[in-house]
């Protein structure tokens, strides 16, 4: 059974950092991307970051670039997202997911 268990959200104000967390069960990772997503209430979900589970190569949306870092622990089969100088913008249900996976989401809110 695939599972993808995120943590790590919570309320910071602007300017702080979070790091979230995906911990990842039930499938081979080899040759795939693993990533996270994000949907502020009234807006469609939309792609924040990616990393090749093999290759480690990265890749961001541009509002996010030089602020989050995408990172994954092959040992723990967990990725994480280190979201540094958060904005309010930033706020949404943040949701990792691999291929037609997704976990249930953790909420991010940031204050000004």
């Known amino acids: 059974q695939v599972q993808l268990v995120e943590s790590g959200g919570g309320l910071v104000q602007a300017g702080g950092s979070l790091r979230l967390s995906c911990a990842a069960s039930g499938f081979t990772f080899t040759n795939y991307d693993m990533n996270w997503y994000r949907q502020a209430p009234g807006k469609e979900r939309e792609f924040v970051a990616a990393?090749?589970?093999?290759?480690?190569?990265?890749h961001y949306r541009d509002s996010v670039k030089g602020r989050f870092t995408i990172s994954r622990d092959k040992a723990r089969n967990t990725v994480y997202l280190q979201m540094n100088d958060l904005r309010p913008e930033d706020t949404a249900m943040y949701y990792c997911?691999?291929?037609?996976?997704w976990g249930q989401g953790t909420q991010v809110t940031v204050s000004s």
């Open positions: 997911n691999q291929y037609t996976y």
């Open positions: 990393i090749h589970w093999d290759y480690g190569s990265t």
